[in-house]
């Protein structure tokens, strides 16, 4: 069993280590830019502290600090790694489909430059609709929600992680119709399927959005409904790609039908005897 394991093993540590190198190269790269990038990520919430009438939102004039004697520093490096995964995120793309192509046919191998560049624009659209359209909604929400009574002191620390957890959340939840071309492409869903799974897809959207999003229910709902939207693309794209046959109809509606048999037994042996 290990023998046959261990190509895949191989492989897989290839293209873990090609991942690990180009991730690393950037971080050096990108920790070169990291105070540009800095002021970049607290544009928001500089906008959103002028916006509530804060005076001055520089770390000068004590809006936002930082509470380690080392802060600065660390924020760097988290900036820089950030950064880093943002400009990597092609090539890490690359290496997942090279890892999972030897398991293709040979038309479907030939998609990587698709792949690659669909979930590259995905993800920054994921990340350029976080940042122009949900932080300054959610930050400007926040901020002001009891400004009245609070001097607004923010820790940069904590400050990065948030941002980035947002940033990171849109741009994989934006992925969904790249996925969804790509599970079409191999047969392994249609159209019928989705429309038939969408009742559960608002629950799991919602679960989701709860995870990759900061605790307020504002910004839960800035990213759970363009993931509901982005989930009726994936449904056209998947109609187009590989829509349901009327073999897939029959046996769907096959299942169905033992299924509502298996219930009706079920409640029929339930039923108290006479």
Request: proline share 5%.
């Amino acid at each position: 069993m290990f023998s046959e394991l261990h190509p895949h093993l191989v492989e897989l540590r290839k293209r873990l280590a090609i991942s690990a190198a180009s991730l690393i190269v950037m971080f050096f790269v990108m920790f070169f830019f990291h105070e540009a990038l800095l002021s970049w990520m607290v544009e928001p919430l500089n906008d959103a502290l002028i916006s509530v009438g804060k005076v001055s939102v520089h770390a000068a004039n004590g809006m936002i600090t930082t509470s380690q004697v080392g802060g600065a520093f660390f924020v760097a490096l988290k900036v820089a790694f950030f950064a880093a995964i943002m400009g990597a995120f092609p090539i890490i793309l690359s290496q997942i489909w090279f890892f999972i192509a030897p398991g293709l046919y040979a038309n479907e191998k030939k998609m990587v430059i698709p792949f690659v560049l669909g979930g590259t624009i995905m993800f920054a659209s994921g990340v350029l609709f976080a940042y122009y359209v949900v932080t300054p909604f959610g930050f400007d929400f926040l901020i002001t929600f009891g400004s009245f009574k609070f001097t607004p002191l923010i820790n940069i620390e904590d400050y990065v992680g948030f941002f980035t957890k947002i940033m990171f959340g849109f741009g994989l939840a934006f992925q969904l119709p790249v996925f969804a071309y790509f599970l079409a492409l191999l047969g392994l869903v249609n159209d019928k399927q989705m429309m038939a799974f969408f009742k559960y897809a608002i629950v799991i959207i919602f679960i989701v959005a709860a995870l990759l999003t900061p605790p307020d229910v504002l910004t839960q709902l800035l990213m759970a409904g363009p993931l509901i939207i982005l989930y009726g693309v994936s449904i056209l794209i998947v109609k187009a790609v590989n829509p349901a046959t009327k073999e897939d109809e029959d046996e769907e509606l096959e299942e169905n039908e033992e299924q509502k048999e298996l219930e009706e037994e079920t409640e029929t042996t339930k039923e108290p005897k006479q």
